[in-house]
């Protein structure tokens, strides 16, 4: 799945480089791929503050300028932001956030003498 920001109001892009990204809702995990063609990974900087992801860099359409773009997505509660993994393969940005599934616990009902 393909999330650009006029279809998605929890996917904002910043400046005027709009890299593609692709959102993978898998069975364990949550996967984001960002492309980032002619880009390092010491080019790119991934951070997490409560649960929205944050991907920059610089904006190689504008060289020299200081231009940068930036990627923001609030991850679900069902993600493990406290795990994330990044990786940096061909130009794309992987990072993956694993699933935490809650065990169903049984709740004990106190009896309060009634």
């Known amino acids: 799945m393909t999330r650009?920001?006029?279809h998605d109001p929890g996917l904002r892009l910043a400046a005027e480089l709009e890299p593609t990204a692709h959102v993978h809702d898998g069975e364990?995990?949550?996967r984001v791929e960002v492309e980032a063609p002619g880009l390092g990974e010491h080019d790119l900087h991934v951070e997490v503050v409560d649960r929205m992801l944050r991907v920059s860099g610089p904006d190689?359409?504008?060289p020299g300028a200081g231009a940068?773009?930036?990627f923001l997505?609030?991850?679900p509660e069902s993600a493990d932001a406290s795990s994330l993994h990044a990786s940096f393969t061909d130009?794309?940005?992987t990072v993956s956030a694993p699933k935490r599934h809650g065990d169903p616990r049984p709740v004990e009902i106190d009896d309060d003498g009634r």
């Open 4 to 6: 650009r920001p006029e």
């Open 28 to 30: 364990t995990a949550y």
């Open 60 to 62: 190689l359409r504008k």
């Open 68 to 70: 940068t773009f930036e």
């Open 73 to 75: 997505l609030r991850l």
């Open 91 to 93: 130009g794309v940005l």
